[in-house]
């Protein structure tokens, strides 16, 4: 009988971590409205620890990773919100962290 309330709390956790995200990701996109919002969710994701490089936001959100690729490029260009540590020459699998711009971006988010 604890395998059903297992069940059901791993559900509700999966389901509050993602109303925290969408929370996370409109509150972004509420403080810089010229960022696209998987560029907030990016952020967001960051944020919550949820992913740190292209390819598992990419497989987490089921987002093209070519489209998280280019959302990166903006981040860390235009945007200055991102700093790009490395990315794979093969899968071209990016790992991505705060600029200080981003930090007090994120922290005004938090406020």
């Known amino acids: 009988m604890s395998a059903p309330a297992a069940d059901d709390a791993a559900r509700l956790a999966e389901t509050l971590l993602a109303e925290t ?4 990701t409109d509150r972004i996109a509420d403080l ?4 696209a919002l998987l560029e907030a969710g990016i952020l967001a994701g960051l944020r919550l620890g949820l992913a740190a490089d292209s390819r598992t936001f990419a497989r987490v959100f089921g987002v093209a990773h070519a489209l998280v690729l280019r959302a990166l490029a903006t981040l860390a260009g235009p945007a200055s919100l991102l700093s790009l540590a490395h990315r794979d020459a093969r899968t071209q699998r990016t790992r991505y962290g705060l600029s200080p711009a ?4 994120l922290g005004s988010a938090a406020a």
Do not use: H, K
Request: proline share 8%.
């Open 32 to 35: 810089r409205p010229d960022l």
């Open 102 to 105: 981003g930090v007090a971006l």
């Open 21 to 24: 995200f969408l929370r996370e």
